[in-house]
């Protein structure tokens, strides 16, 4: 998807309404990670840094369909503010007479954020004449919210649409992800390995399908494993399982044609605590027991496995890695990755969510190749190669 970025357009004098994701943690109104925020910088400095009125949408949260002040955007802008070293300005509403004259009276290389986008249930719906009010605030328009940018939404969709004829553009954040997750998807180095992990395989299903056909190995953890032990005849004791998709588990592992690895042992044990007393299971899980991580033998075949790769791409944790005794397989794991960057050369890619969540904070986010930012969005993107709020800009 080779897209022009908002650097190649002379932005000078131009109000740039620009699509980001604050969609930050709070808690009492205090920003408890503002990684969203500092992502987002590069794009905006430049077109700041190049005399254009920058006018930031974003949702926080989820409000019901209207203003909740725990959701409001306005820590956002004191953050930006005090990284970029410069007022923001801030509206307490995205549309509207009083917007619209905040956003006409803006200066070159000013900033203005508007308030949470979802106080308006027509944002998710993408309601058409929303859409317009928004798009009335830009000349220019970018998009550099990648964690959105699977969904449809008035923001994302609707205004771009309402301004066909002007620059459309892309952030340098989408760019970057465009460009990992692009050649992971197109072009990848071989071997290529897939990791998956999590709860569930009805969220992968089509993901497990589509690196089916691109992957050389699919390594499985997380409570999904034992849905497809299930589908292998398997006993899973009280380990959380899809019961309604193990014949689909079942196809996925008869078309697979042996790329797709199991766990050959678990931790399990009768409670999800920090002082849990655990045990190693290889073959059946009793039935009093519930697995919880992928077991010292699985981790050290995936370790054997994301050695020898040269695309890694890793979405979803291997076991609880929260609660300390379980968190040796996603540990494991983040380490063989981080080590493959930096010994092998592999291009490696945290599909975000809680994969992004456990490398962070085992502090090796720094030594892969890339952490996206989306969640779903990286999921979708590697099911589908694609985003219509993409297809539709330059």
């Known amino acids: 998807m080779a897209k022009k970025t908002v650097a190649d357009v002379d932005v000078r004098g131009k109000r740039v309404l620009m699509r980001v994701d604050f969609n930050v943690p709070l808690d009492g109104g ?3 990670d503002d990684r969203r925020i500092v992502q987002a910088l590069p794009t905006i400095k430049s077109v700041v840094d190049r005399g254009g009125k920058l006018v930031l949408m974003s949702h926080l949260g989820r409000p019901k369909g209207g203003p909740e002040p725990k959701y409001s955007l306005k820590p956002a802008a004191e953050r930006l503010s005090q990284l970029l070293g410069k007022p923001v300005a801030f509206a307490d509403d995205c549309i509207g007479p009083q917007v619209e004259k905040m956003v006409a009276d ?14 308006h249930k027509e944002e998710e719906k993408n309601d058409p004449n929303f859409a317009k009010q928004l798009a009335k605030h830009g000349e220019v328009y970018c998009n550099d919210a990648f964690g959105t940018a699977h969904r449809e939404h008035a923001s994302t969709f609707g205004a771009p649409q ?27 180095r071989r071997p290529f390995i897939a990791i998956l992990g999590g709860a569930k395989v009805s969220d992968k299903i089509a993901v497990i399908e589509q690196l089916l056909t691109k992957a050389d190995q699919l390594l499985i953890g997380g409570a999904m494993a034992y849905t497809f032990f299930l589908a292998q005849g398997k006993q899973v004791g009280k380990s959380l399982v899809e019961r309604d998709k193990v014949e689909l588990a079942r196809q996925l592992l008869a078309k697979a044609g042996g790329k797709i690895h199991l766990p ?15 045990q190693i299971v290889e073959g059946d899980i009793p039935a009093d027991l519930e697995g919880f991580d992928i ?8 370790v054997a496995a994301i050695a020898g790769a040269k695309t890694i791409i890793w979405n979803g944790p291997m076991g609880v890695f929260e609660k300390k005794p379980f968190a040796a397989g996603t540990l494991a794991v983040a380490k063989a990755v981080a080590e493959a960057t930096g010994k092998n050369g592999a291009t490696t890619i945290i599909g975000g969510g809680d994969s992004a969540a456990a490398i962070e904070q085992m502090g090796l986010a720094d030594k892969v190749s890339h952490v996206s930012t989306g969640g779903g969005a990286s999921l979708e993107f590697l099911e589908s190669g694609h985003f219509a709020t993409l297809d539709i800009l330059d």
């Open 264 to 278: 050959i042992d678990n931790v399990v044990s009768n409670e999800m605590t920090d002082t849990a007393k655990t």
């Open 162 to 188: 309402a301004l066909a004829g002007k620059p459309r553009m892309i952030g340098m954040l989408i760019q970057k992800e465009l460009k990992f997750l692009g050649e992971a998807v197109s072009n990848p």
């Open 295 to 302: 077991g010292p033998k699985t981790a050290a075949a995936y």
């Open 30 to 32: 205090k920003i408890t």
């Open 106 to 119: 803006l200066k070159d290389g000013q900033v203005l954020l508007l308030e949470n986008l979802r106080f």
